[in-house]
T-cell receptor, first 113, second 114 residues
Framework: DSGVTQTPKHLITATGQRVTLRCSPRSGDLSVYWYQQSLDQGLQFLIQYYNGEERAKGNILERFSAQQFPDLHSELNLSSLELGDSALYFC????????????FGQGTRLTVV | DQQVKQNSPSLSVQEGRISILNCDYTNSMFDYFLWYKKYPAEGPTFLISISSIKDKNEDGRFTVFLNKSAKHLSLHIVPSQPGDSAVYFCAASAPGAGSYQLTFGKGTKLSVIP
């Protein structure tokens, strides 16, 4: 158990819809990272939040957005969903201020039909 | 443009033998490298890491080697066990603006045959 909790584990939704994925980082971790893993692809960095503020952005579509709340949990919002958005979405957390390993949640498998 | 490449999608090794997983990178700004293991339906689990100031790091059966001039790193597992069967991801990070985002390779599926 990494200590990072993601909900839901599975999500099936129709094209054009909007979904919200939730992540609770490890206790004490201020940074949350979101990654997307599509079929046969490595994990692609989407966005990072640190203590409630956006810190870095990767290959995140404009239809996607995220936020981190005062209790440090984070949500990734995906809207106007397309078939190609079907993927595994992982959240990871790290201690800030040091280059160290990221701890990953179990992921949310999103299927857009 | 893939900055971290794992050119072998799969690898089969006999139990008890050595498994060697390879990874190449192109971004010379990367200064920290990690290996993650992933089982189906689970998130990636951290295995071992190495800083660019070192060329080797060892943790039990796992050793990571870094060759900066060749921009190459490898993970050695000795001896390999059936429980090591999983997908292994190489990842790297570059310093900057307090973000330690990781760039991942596509993974190598290791099968350890009993």
């Amino acid at each position: 158990d990494s200590g990072v909790t993601q909900t839901p584990k599975h999500l099936i939704t129709a094209t054009g819809q909007r979904v919200t994925l939730r992540c609770s980082p490890r206790s004490g971790d201020l940074s949350v990272y979101w990654y997307q893993q599509s079929l046969d692809q490595g994990l692609q960095f989407l966005i990072q939040y640190y203590n409630g503020e956006e810190r870095a952005k990767g290959n995140i579509l404009e239809r996607f957005s995220a936020q981190q709340f005062p209790d440090l949990h984070s949500e990734l919002n995906l809207s106007s969903l397309e078939l190609g958005d079907s993927a595994l979405y992982f959240c990871a957390s790290t201690r800030q201020g040091q280059n160290t390993e990221a701890f990953f949640g179990q992921g949310t498998r999103l299927t857009v039909v | 443009d893939q900055q971290v490449k794992q050119n072998s999608p799969s690898l089969s090794v006999q139990e008890g033998r050595i498994s060697i997983l390879n990874c190449d990178y192109t971004n010379s700004m990367f200064d920290y490298f990690l290996w993650y293991k992933k089982y189906p339906a689970e998130g990636p689990t951290f295995l071992i890491s190495i800083s660019s100031i070192k060329d080797k790091n060892e943790d039990g059966r796992f050793t990571v080697f870094l060759n900066k001039s060749a921009k190459h790193l490898s993970l050695h597992i000795v001896p390999s066990q059936p429980g090591d069967s999983a997908v292994y991801f190489c990842a790297a990070s570059a310093p900057g603006a307090g973000s330690y985002q990781l760039t991942f390779g596509k993974g190598t599926k290791l099968s350890v045959i009993p």
